[in-house]
């Protein structure tokens, strides 16, 4: 067997696709509901950008992967924080 060939650790796989499935359902079923206005739509949306989009690309990717600059041990703190809400 190839050693490139990996085997699907299920565990990992289904939280990174259940998790994310299962807030956007609840997000979806609350709005139906009327128990979730506007704001707390705009809010999740806003995280979920700076979490995965800022934390991800901006923290774990740039800064931490390849080191192409250097920040300020609190902007790299937020980073890190922001990419681990990310759950990766």
Same mark, same amino acid.
């Given at each position: 067997?190839?050693?490139? &060939?990996?085997? $699907?650790?299920?565990? &990992?796989?289904?939280?990174?696709? !259940?998790?994310?499935?299962? #807030?956007? &359902?609840?997000?979806?079923? !609350? #709005?139906?509901?009327?128990? $979730?206005?506007?704001?707390?739509?705009?809010?999740?949306?806003?995280?979920?950008?700076?979490?995965?989009?800022?934390?991800?690309?901006?923290?774990?990717?740039?800064?931490?992967?390849?080191?192409?600059?250097?920040?300020?041990? !609190? &902007?790299?703190?937020?980073? !890190?924080?922001?990419? #681990?809400? #990310?759950?990766?």
């Amino acid at each position: 067997m190839n050693k490139a &060939v990996r085997r $699907l650790e299920w565990t &990992v796989s289904s939280f990174m696709i !259940l998790n994310p499935l299962a #807030a956007i &359902v609840g997000m979806i079923w !609350l #709005a139906h509901a009327g128990l $979730l206005g506007n704001p707390a739509i705009w809010i999740f949306g806003f995280i979920y950008a700076i979490g995965a989009n800022l934390g991800i690309t901006a923290g774990y990717h740039r800064l931490m992967s390849h080191r192409s600059y250097e920040a300020h041990p !609190l &902007v790299e703190w937020f980073f !890190l924080l922001m990419g #681990a809400s #990310a759950f990766e």
